[in-house]
């Protein structure tokens, strides 16, 4: 698509979103869903008017450091908000790690638009489908049996990350070798009023012997229940781009 006509780029893949997702049970959310995608996939950095920055640009950006002086390891960019969806921008310091954690009963998409970000996907599975018992390490917390689907690298060439409420609704992301950046949709948003809370997790399996290949995937793990880790917390960004109206 010819890039002349930028500033209706952000603006389509918003009100797309909230075509998709306002009746995400109905017969056409398929081909809606298959649409936003399409638009989202066009999405670059330069849409957005972003550019990709060290730390020490991102901080200052934030409009201050907090927490004691330290820079916050990931920032938010708000752009969008409804009842059916969020729209935003997260920015992630080189080497920085949004742990693992859930989205309840919600939809989701993220596009690159610079870096490498390594992103790992889980199912949860019923409660009846452990196959035995929680590994020793897991005593301290709530345990829950999943699926770990993928682990796979994103670039802004990659098409988006999609999760649903069933198939890849867990996962972590990682920066991989410098500052990344991503264009998140969630649909509908975080709301612990209405149980759909962020919940963190942590992947009880050892590491393989040296030498030895990684486990392969799919396969099934253990998952434990915890709290925010404490090196983790999210700053927020004026967002830069153009204008959307809903």
């Known amino acids: 698509m010819p890039r002349d006509n930028m500033a209706s780029l952000i603006q389509r893949v918003a009100r797309q979103a909230r075509i998709t997702f306002r009746s995400p049970a109905g017969p056409a959310f398929g081909e809606n869903l ?8 066009e999405v670059r950095a330069e849409d957005l008017h972003l550019a990709p920055r060290g730390p020490s640009a991102a901080a200052a950006a934030g409009g201050g450091i907090p927490w004691g002086g330290a820079v916050p390891p990931v920032s938010y960019m708000h752009i ?7 729209m935003g921008v997260f920015l992630l310091r080189s080497g920085a790690c949004i742990p693992l954690h859930d989205h309840p009963g919600m939809n989701g998409m993220l596009k690159v638009l610079y870096g490498t970000l390594r992103i790992a996907c889980m199912d949860t599975l019923p409660p009846g489908a452990a196959a035995a018992a929680p590994p020793p390490s897991a005593a301290g917390g709530p345990c829950h049996r999943a699926l770990y689907r993928s682990r796979q690298h994103y670039t802004p060439a990659s098409p988006p ?12 992301i990682d920066a991989v070798d410098g500052p990344a950046a991503f264009l998140d949709i969630l649909a509908p948003p975080y709301d612990p009023q209405h149980g759909r809370d962020c919940h963190y997790y942590r992947l009880l399996e050892g590491q393989p012997p040296a030498g030895a290949e990684p486990p392969g995937l799919p396969r099934e793990v ?3 229940e915890t ?12 967002y830069p781009g153009p204008r959307v109206c809903l």
């Open 161 to 172: 990350c999609m999760l649903s409420p069933h198939t890849d609704n867990l996962h972590q």
């Open 80 to 86: 969008c908000e409804t009842e059916s969806f969020s």
């Open 34 to 41: 298959h649409r936003l995608q399409q638009l989202l996939d």
């Open 222 to 224: 253990w998952l434990m």
């Open 227 to 238: 709290p925010q880790a404490a090196d983790f917390w999210c700053g927020g960004e004026p």
